[in-house]
């Protein structure tokens, strides 16, 4: 079965010897099964690195294939002049973003890998630690590591 990051089939359960899948939305007759091979919440930089590792190959589903994904901006760092870092993809190591409003070109590899980390962080359980940091720092409300903080915060402050 392949994979999208836009998936129309989501396991039921854990894969076990048998696994059942579930549509998350009408599939079309002759439309390809797809699921996702990768967590939701990682960025595309993270998702490419894992589908070309592991799967060998790069995904170019819809949401990939949108620089705004979708308009969420869930894995671009934001411009101060407001637009999104949109990386360049002629090669998977490129280093460049450009920002989809100046034009701006940016060097961010070192700001992902600091998001990386507080994402690794977050796993120790030091959500409220992370969570200054994120309010902190200039990261937009839909941007991938805000997400998972909120979320793990809920998660762990949760009655």
């Not at 589903?61 to 969420?72: A, N, T, V």
Request: overall charge negative; proline content about 3%.
């Amino acid at each position: 079965m392949s994979h999208s990051c836009a998936a129309n089939l989501e396991p039921v359960k854990d894969p076990a010897e048998v696994i059942t899948f579930r549509a998350k939305r009408k599939i079309k007759k002759g439309e390809e099964l797809t699921m996702r091979y990768t967590d939701f919440l990682d960025c595309r930089r993270n998702i490419q690195r894992k589908t070309m590792k592991e799967w060998i190959f790069a995904c170019k589903c819809d949401i990939c294939s949108d620089p705004s994904e979708y308009g969420s901006h869930f894995s671009s760092f934001q411009c101060p002049c407001g637009g999104f870092y949109y990386e360049q993809y002629d090669n998977i190591d490129n280093h460049e973003w450009k920002c989809s409003d100046c034009q701006k070109g940016e060097d961010l590899r070192e700001k992902y890998l600091m998001v990386n980390d507080l994402q690794k962080r977050l796993d120790e359980d030091n959500v409220d630690e992370i969570l200054k940091i994120v309010e902190e720092a200039p990261y937009h409300n839909n941007f991938y590591i805000t997400t998972l903080c909120f979320m793990k915060y809920i998660d762990k402050h949760k009655t």
